[in-house]
């Protein structure tokens, strides 16, 4: 069985709590964290793993945290809400903070939630898509609300995190990785 540690960074109040809670114990909770743990065993493609979801603070006076998070992360959930352009505005900069710690091309999604809320939208799904792509990853749409997407957001965090190493100029177990086709679900 494999197991990965999974750090969920993003704003304040882009549900990054609720979608941890969603996946581990399958029900929407609003319970604003500083940090904690959530952990589950998972079966992707016929294989078991054991996931350990890192609930990340997004406020800046946390930062020094984050920092922590993201080196002991193996895989990482970068959220905004499709609710709030602020939030999608300040992506670059969780995506910096990850890069400078992990030294290298961390394996992430991006992940715009609450896209059960159609009135209140302000981010499309064409501009995650399009920032996921100036990114080099995935992008997925989610509601932890509902749970829409929730449990395939994961599932393809733990295939890319399962996707064979290569050995680069840069080292052993850096992954070769060239911009990739967005996935829209």
Do not use: H
Request: aromatic share 10%; proline share 2%.
């Amino acid at each position: 069985m494999d197991t990965w540690r999974i750090a969920v960074l993003g704003d304040g109040g882009v549900g990054k709590t609720a979608l941890a809670v969603q996946f581990t114990l399958n029900c929407f909770t609003y319970d604003p964290t500083i940090e904690d743990a959530y952990r589950k065993q998972f079966v992707v493609d016929n294989r078991m793993c054991f996931i350990e979801v890192i609930d990340t603070a997004g406020q800046e006076e946390y930062a020094t945290l984050r920092d922590q998070w993201v080196r002991e992360g193996q895989g990482f959930i970068l959220v905004y809400s499709v609710t709030s352009r602020s939030t999608f505005n300040r992506l670059e900069k969780f995506r910096q903070s990850m890069k400078r710690v992990k030294q290298g091309e961390p394996i992430f999604l991006l992940v715009g939630n609450k896209c059960d809320q159609t009135f209140e939208r302000e981010v499309s799904q064409k501009e995650g898509a399009a920032l996921a792509w100036q990114f080099g990853c995935e992008f997925i749409e989610t509601s932890a609300r509902t749970a829409q997407n929730v449990e395939l957001l994961f599932m393809n965090l733990v295939r890319l995190l399962r996707a064979p190493r290569v050995i680069t100029d840069q080292g052993p177990n850096v992954r070769s990785r060239k911009k990739s086709k967005c996935v829209v679900m």
